[in-house]
């Protein structure tokens, strides 16, 4: 697959990686390895044996294994990272957890690292966990799509960022492909490489072992965003594929039907269906096909399969959400997880990990975001290059604790007293009732206005206290409303004035945009004690002492956990 999106030509997974070195010493990358789709390339239906097809020699084999590596590791993480995020209680957890559980070596870490981070004004801070999937083939884990060659590579890794109020988080995606700045790592024999620059995904792969190198990808990600990663946890694909299972299978949704040809393009025919087209649920093999998916849909690239691995994780968090985090459902899912778990010191025991988890389940599915870091193709290779300023403005944004929409999550305002997290609502009126169970039938879409950070993420909260189902969804094409705008689609002018009940003074009239949409003014930041803001968006971000703005390319992108499980799960045209 040399040469395509996403794929560079000399760096692909079947080129051989270039050596690491440490003065004199080199120590080779580990070499790419077999895949599950190879294996079922060469076994037609199933059958153990069996020549390969489409006259595959040892080069088509490993060429064909490609797209099976990175995602299964992938979903692996995605269930990991949602167990952490959601971990329960109970004592018999405790023990069964307990002795599963493996840690890396604390001294891999850089002690050169960015600082960490305040806590607000009520001792809450902020925590970053880096999520890894391992395509490990120790262990079992070469019947699930590892090679027959030794080593671990991390194709895909998310950063999520918990908010310090612990009700808000949001995972980025960091591309596999991106060229960043590998620094300094500790090999097994105990020397550190020199830095250099690589893909992201050959942090993990230092020194060649089945184990990976997580404390590396640590040290990339805290160089590549200058913010403290608190925790690093990675899981291998045998743990995914139990984890998914244990969950009794995750829901997912593909536009078109998928066959054994798109999987492996090797194959050089359509094959059988594999995963039908529209709402299904998987686990196993075909969580594993889901989430390693890039051809024969959207333009076959990794961004598409980013899309798609964010989606399953939204679902995996939904469903443990809504199903309860009692012993009797967590039991299952943590012993299959923890079994196949490597996590950093801190994270190193049962109760630490539960600790953390309890930490963080009164995170909403609305407020669990997933976006990509901003990127773009590179014009010299089919490599990727992060966007710049765009990119810093994204880690500036989570240094600062804001969220992508520009609230405030550290539960006080920028340069000011703590003050209420949302407005208190107005005054029902008779014919609308703030809190009316009605309303949880009329979806609102709301926007800032103004340049005041934060004002949309409060209208949301408001509007979710009077039972409306709400969607915060970022700036407004303009920064200039004096005052708040509400604008409906064909049929929902009576869902608009309940609406406008909770803003005094709106603006109701008819849009083009379907269901209901608030633009909130600055007479709503006026109402809810928000200082006059300055004349542009810039000087009122340096006034506040917070970021700039994130560019509409992140934010119009970003996925919430409670989205709709079919929306925005590829990436481009054709297939």
Not at 68 to 74: A, R, Y
Request: glycine fraction near 12%; charged fraction near 20%; charge should be neutral.
């Amino acid at each position: 697959m040399a040469g395509q999106r996403g794929e560079s030509p000399a760096r692909g997974e079947d080129a051989p990686d270039a050596a690491t070195t440490d003065g004199d010493s080199a120590v080779p990358q580990p070499r790419a390895g077999g895949r599950a789709e190879a294996r079922r390339a060469a076994q037609g239906k199933g059958g153990k044996g069996a020549p390969p097809a489409g006259g595959g020699g040892r080069a088509a084999a490993r060429n064909s294994r490609k797209p099976k590596k990175n995602v299964k590791k992938i979903v692996a993480w995605s269930a990991a990272g949602v167990l952490v995020l959601l971990a329960g209680t109970g004592g018999a957890i405790y023990f069964k957890l307990n002795s599963n559980i493996k840690s890396f070596d604390a001294d891999a870490i850089a002690t050169d690292r960015p600082p960490e981070a305040q806590a607000d004004a009520d001792g809450n801070k902020p925590v970053n966990v880096l999520l890894i999937g391992s395509d490990s083939r120790g262990g079992n884990n070469s019947d699930l799509g590892g090679g027959e060659d030794g080593g671990a590579r991390s194709d895909t890794t998310i950063l999520l960022h918990v908010y310090a109020d612990h009700k808000h988080a949001v995972g980025i995606s960091i591309p596999r492909n991106a060229i960043v700045q590998i620094p300094s790592c500790k090999l097994p024999s105990g020397k550190w490489t020199k830095p250099t620059n690589d893909l992201f995904n050959a942090a993990f792969s230092v020194g060649g072992s089945d184990a990976g190198n997580p404390a590396c990808a640590q040290n990339a990600i805290e160089k590549l965003t200058g913010i403290r990663v608190d925790h690093t946890i990675v899981v291998d694909f045998n743990g995914f594929s139990s984890m998914t299972k244990a969950v009794g299978g995750v829901d997912v949704c593909l536009p078109k039907a998928i066959y054994e040809g798109d999987i492996n393009p090797n194959l050089h025919k359509k094959g059988e269906l594999v995963l039908p087209q529209g709402k299904q649920t998987v686990d196993g093999q075909k969580a594993l096909d889901y989430v390693r998916l890039r051809h024969g849909i959207g333009d076959g690239s990794d961004i598409g399969r980013m899309k798609r691995q964010q989606a399953f994780m939204s679902s995996l968090a939904t469903k443990i959400k809504k199903e309860g985090l009692s012993p009797t459902n967590l039991l299952p899912l943590a012993d299959a997880a923890t079994k196949s778990l490597t996590v950093d010191p801190g994270l190193s025991s049962a109760d630490k990990l539960l600790s953390f988890g309890l930490s963080l389940k009164n995170i909403d599915m609305h407020d669990l975001k997933f976006v990509t870091a901003p990127w773009r193709y590179r014009t010299q290779d089919a490599n990727i290059d992060l966007v710049q300023p765009d990119a810093q403005k994204l880690w500036d944004t989570l240094k600062a604790d804001h969220t992508i929409d520009g609230q405030n999550a550290t539960g006080q305002q920028d340069g000011a007293p703590a003050a209420p997290s949302s407005p208190q609502p107005a005054a029902p009126s008779p014919s609308a009732p703030a809190a009316d169970t009605s309303n949880e039938a009329v979806k609102v879409a709301v926007y800032n206005g103004t340049v005041t950070n934060g004002l949309a993420g409060k209208a949301t909260d408001l509007l979710k206290t009077a039972k409306f189902t709400a969607t915060t969804a970022g700036q407004a094409a303009s920064t200039k409303y004096k005052t708040t705008m509400i604008e409906y689609g064909s049929g929902q002018k009576a869902n608009a004035e309940k609406v406008a009940a909770l803003f005094p003074g709106a603006t109701v009239e008819s849009g083009t945009s379907a269901g209901v949409t608030v633009i909130v003014g600055k007479d709503f930041a006026a109402a809810n004690g928000a200082a006059a803001a300055p004349t542009s968006a810039p000087a009122a971000a340096a006034a506040a002492g917070a970021p700039a703005p994130l560019p509409t390319t992140v934010t119009n992108d970003a996925r919430s956990a409670d989205d709709d499980i079919c929306a925005n799960t590829t990436y481009g045209s054709g297939g």
